[in-house]
C-alpha cells in the first residue's frame, strides 16, 4: 500500500521557537494533503487542507499565520508551528489520498509529538 | 451542525468473543463511512470503506454494516484476538477527494 512518512517523530523544543513538520508520500502523488492534530484520548481535529502548488485551506478556529502550510510539490507538505508555546503540545499528523485507484481511504503518517516546554 | 459519534467507553472483551464497535452521525447523509485502527502514538490505519448503497462489508475477521436510515454504522471484530486491542475510528464521507472528520474513537482491549 501507500506510505506516507513523516518526520520528526517527536520534538522538543522551548516556548518560543518554531518547528517544521515534514509529510512525505514515498510511492505516490498527493495533490492534497490533510493535516491534523491530536490531544490526549481524543479524536484526529482536522487543522487544515494542504493544496499543491496553491494556498491551504484552514478549518474554522485554526490560525493560519501561527501554522504554516506549504505543500511546494506532488511528495511534500510541510507545518511549520511557529512561535510555539505550550498550548500547542500536541499529537500532529498527516495524511494523503492516492490519486489514482481508491480515491477515498487516506494514508498516514505515524505523527509527530510536540512538547513546548 | 455534523455530528460523528462512538461510544468513548473502553470496550473490554474476552479472546475469542466478538467485539461490536457503533458509529452514528446526525445532520449529515455521507456517501460512504470508513473505519481505521490507531494504536498509541501512531497515525490510524484504513480498515474499510462500505458504501451507502452497500449494506454490509468483509475482511477477514471484520465486518462492517451501515444503515442509512439509522445513521449508523456497526463495526465488528469476530474472534478477537489480543492483538486487536487498539481504539478504533469512524469517518463518514461525501465524496473523493473531499476531508474527512473522524469519530472520537472506541478503544477496544482484548483480554487473553
Known amino acids: 500500500g501507500a506510505v506516507v512518512s513523516q518526520h520528526p517523530s517527536r520534538v522538543i523544543c522551548k516556548s518560543g521557537t518554531s518547528v517544521k513538520i515534514e509529510c512525505r508520500s514515498l510511492d505516490f502523488q498527493a495533490t492534497t494533503m490533510f493535516w491534523y492534530r491530536q490531544f490526549p484520548k481524543q479524536s484526529l481535529m482536522l487543522m487544515a487542507t494542504?493544496?499543491?502548488?496553491?494556498?491551504?485551506?484552514?478549518e474554522q478556529g485554526v490560525e493560519k499565520d501561527k501554522f504554516l502550510i506549504n505543500h511546494a510539490s506532488l511528495t511534500l507538505s510541510t507545518l511549520t508551528v511557529t512561535s510555539a508555546h505550550p498550548e500547542d503540545s500536541s499529537f500532529y499528523i498527516c495524511?494523503?489520498?492516492?490519486?489514482?485507484?481508491?480515491?477515498?481511504?487516506?494514508?498516514f503518517g505515524s505523527g509527530t509529538q510536540l512538547s513546548v516546554l | 451542525s455534523q455530528k460523528i459519534e462512538q461510544n468513548s467507553e473502553a470496550l473490554n472483551i474476552q479472546e475469542g468473543k466478538t467485539a461490536t464497535l457503533t458509529c452514528n452521525y446526525t445532520n449529515y447523509s455521507p456517501a460512504y463511512l470508513q473505519w481505521y485502527r490507531q494504536d498509541p502514538g501512531r497515525g490510524p490505519v484504513f480498515l474499510l470503506l462500505i458504501r451507502e448503497n452497500e449494506k454490509e462489508k468483509r475482511k477477514e475477521r471484520l465486518k462492517v454494516t451501515f444503515d442509512t436510515t439509522l445513521k449508523q454504522s456497526l463495526f465488528h471484530i469476530t474472534a478477537s484476538q489480543p492483538a486487536d486491542s487498539a481504539t478504533y475510528l469512524c469517518a463518514p464521507g461525501k465524496a473523493a477527494g473531499n476531508k474527512l472528520t473522524f469519530g472520537g474513537g472506541t478503544r477496544v482491549l482484548v483480554k487473553p
Open positions: 494542504s493544496n499543491e502548488g496553491s494556498k491551504a485551506t484552514y
Open positions: 495524511s494523503a489520498r492516492e490519486e489514482q485507484g481508491a480515491g477515498e481511504k487516506l494514508f
